[in-house]
């Protein structure tokens, strides 16, 4: 596709229930980011990706989130017995490759609401 | 402290003005991205810095590495202009080229 696609765009969940969040990035973009933008904040960094290589997952709050890249591409962020407090919108971003002066492309992020 | 601080936090302003929103940053930067969210979530970048200056369309975008800040500016402002900006950096000293956002800016231009 043209962008970074994510999908679903919403998600309501009941307390407790499992989630799976879906992130298609641009085809052949090397790194992929996933971040957590609660209301009214800026986005939190919550995991990256080096093509299969999860590099760092420093930012995921608990060990309720997990995230995978299994093929390099498409990723999956799913989120065990979710809380209140899960409820955000979560981004996911790619760019072609890894390296400090290199865009980053944007999904429209997946709006979660836990209740 | 957090690393990445914009002001103002809220900014209303009337069609045509001229509009500048702050970035401060307090770790070594690689590059500042200025980002726009609108409703809905979606992020798009306007720029990348690492020095200098930049220009597209109406919006600049500057950048003082010695002082640690930058500002975006836009000139002859328009109500579809209404977003949240966000500036964010991609700094040396964390790894894997991630981005750290600051709160973002709100602003409304009316008509």
């Known amino acids: 596709g043209a962008g970074v696609s994510q999908s679903p765009r919403y998600k309501v969940a009941k307390r407790g229930q499992d989630v799976a969040l879906r992130c298609d990035p641009i085809s052949g973009h090397v790194s992929l980011f996933w971040y957590q933008q609660a209301l009214g904040q800026g986005p939190e960094f919550l995991t990256y990706f080096q093509n299969e290589a999860q590099l760092d997952k420093s930012g995921l709050p608990s060990d309720r989130f997990f995230a995978e890249r299994p093929e390099g591409s498409v990723s999956t962020l799913k989120i065990q017995r979710t809380q209140q407090e899960d409820s955000a919108v979560y981004l996911c971003?790619?760019?072609?490759?890894?390296?400090?002066?290199?865009?980053?492309?944007f999904g429209q992020g997946t709006r979660l609401t836990v209740v | 402290k957090n690393e990445v601080e914009q002001s103002p936090q809220n900014l209303t302003a009337q069609e045509g003005e001229f509009i500048t929103i702050n970035c401060s940053y307090s770790v070594g930067i690689s590059a500042l991205h200025w980002l726009q969210q609108h409703p809905g979530g979606g992020i798009v970048s306007l720029f990348m810095l690492s020095s200098g200056k930049k220009k597209h369309g109406r919006l600049i975008a500057t950048i003082n590495i010695q002082e640690k800040h930058s500002s975006l500016h836009i000139t002859a402002s328009h109500p579809r202009d209404s977003a949240v900006y966000i500036c964010?950096?991609?700094?040396?000293?964390?790894?894997?080229?991630?981005?750290?956002f600051g709160e973002g800016t709100q602003l409304t231009v009316n008509p």
């Open positions: 971003a790619s760019s072609a490759r890894q390296g400090t002066n290199t865009e980053a492309f």
């Open positions: 964010a950096v991609r700094s040396w000293e964390t790894s894997g080229s991630r981005l750290t």
